[in-house]
Nanobody, 124 residues
């Protein structure tokens, strides 16, 4: 089982990035996939979730700016991030939770597998 996060980088405020979480070793349709982030000196927080029922959830801080979607043919889940703000700066991680309908999606302890992080820096 592997989750590979990529797509981070340096972007100016107001800019956009698209993160990718490439998965392998399991059937993507059987797992909820979420994005988490952790900024220096802060706790990890849930950003967004795509459930096995194709529902989506967002943290209040990103709702309306971020969009999560999955491409099961490519075994990849994406996080489109628009209107980025300096407070979005963090290391972003993707994680997989088997057969989850999204209940308590923001609690990292429920997840079975984690990818390595990708750094997102929003700065002028």
């Amino acid at each position: 089982v592997q989750l590979q996060a990529s797509g981070g980088g340096l972007v100016q405020p107001g800019g956009s990035l698209r993160l990718s979480c490439a998965t392998s070793g399991f059937t993507l349709a059987d797992y909820a996939i979420s994005w988490f982030r952790q900024a220096p000196g802060k706790e990890r927080e849930g950003v967004s979730c795509s459930t096995v029922n194709e529902d989506t959830y967002y943290a209040d801080a990103v709702r309306g700016r971020f969009t999560i979607f999955r491409d099961e043919a490519e075994n990849t889940v994406y996080l489109q991030m628009n209107s980025l703000k300096p407070e979005d700066t963090a290391v972003y991680y993707c994680a997989a939770d088997w057969n989850s309908d999204g209940t308590d999606w923001h609690l990292g302890s429920y997840y079975d597998y984690w990818g390595q992080g990708t750094q997102v820096t929003v700065s002028s």
